[in-house]
């Protein structure tokens, strides 16, 4: 079946550090790509997506390229903040039918 | 952006007793809503899909006559969590979709159980 694996927590970095998170998938056929992000207590925002290969989604400063050749979605933000803290899902979906998560991976940031 | 919400937000209750979470899609008509269940520091857990009239969509595992679950209209889908223990103790999340395939999720509910 369709799967997502993530790179494993947690993840902790000094402020303004280069972040990547590392998310690859196993499907067949294409799917569209997503991560998520979840600020303690709290639901999870959609924090970008792509959903053919070569796109690229990116928002708050984070991007995700989709790399078909390697079945990739890597996170990546420049400069990470405080506020950044949070745990990030990676998530595909085909079409209509129904998300699957990898495991998230928990980001704190150090002042 | 879509906005879906979520009530309660958090509920403490008696073993034994059943409990309703609100679903709310605010400012989209939502055709689809799903249901997830996660454990602390675990990923979500897919529960059911319930589409807007019918019946709910449970995944393997999940016991249907324990989760109910109604999609009433296209703004609102309920939860009910029957006859709770302590073992139904967690954080609850819904999703709602609309005309595009991006799901918007509720902020959660954490229901503890007695």
């Known amino acids: 079946g369709d799967s997502v694996t993530q790179m494993e927590g947690p993840v902790t970095l000094s402020e303004e550090a280069f972040l990547t998170i590392n998310c690859t998938y196993t499907?067949?056929?294409?799917?569209?790509l997503f991560w998520y992000v979840q600020y303690p207590g709290e639901g999870l925002q959609l924090l970008l997506k792509a959903t053919k290969a070569d796109d690229k989604g990116s928002n708050k400063g984070f991007e995700a390229t989709y790399r078909k050749e390697t079945t990739s979605f890597h996170l990546e933000k420049g400069s990470v903040q405080v506020s950044d803290s949070a745990v990030y899902f990676c998530a595909l979906s085909f079409g209509n039918e129904k998300l699957t998560f990898g495991t998230g991976t928990r980001l704190t940031i150090i002042p | 952006g879509a906005v879906v919400s979520q009530h309660p937000s958090r509920v403490i209750c008696k073993s034994g007793t059943s409990v309703k979470i609100e679903c709310r899609s605010l400012?989209?008509?939502?055709?689809?809503m799903f249901w997830y269940r996660q454990f602390p520091k675990q990923s979500l857990m897919l529960m059911a899909t319930s589409n807007e009239g019918s019946k709910a969509t449970y995944e393997q595992g999940v016991e249907k006559d324990k989760f109910l679950i109604n999609h009433a209209s296209l703004t609102l889908s309920t939860l009910t969590v029957t006859s709770a223990h302590p073992e139904d103790s967690s954080f609850y999340i819904c999703?709602?979709?609309?005309?595009?395939?991006?799901?918007?999720f509720g902020p959660g509910t954490r229901l503890l159980v007695l």
């Open positions: 499907a067949t056929g294409y799917p569209s």
């Open positions: 999703s709602a979709r609309g005309q595009s395939e991006t799901q918007y």
């Open positions: 400012d989209f008509q939502a055709t689809t």
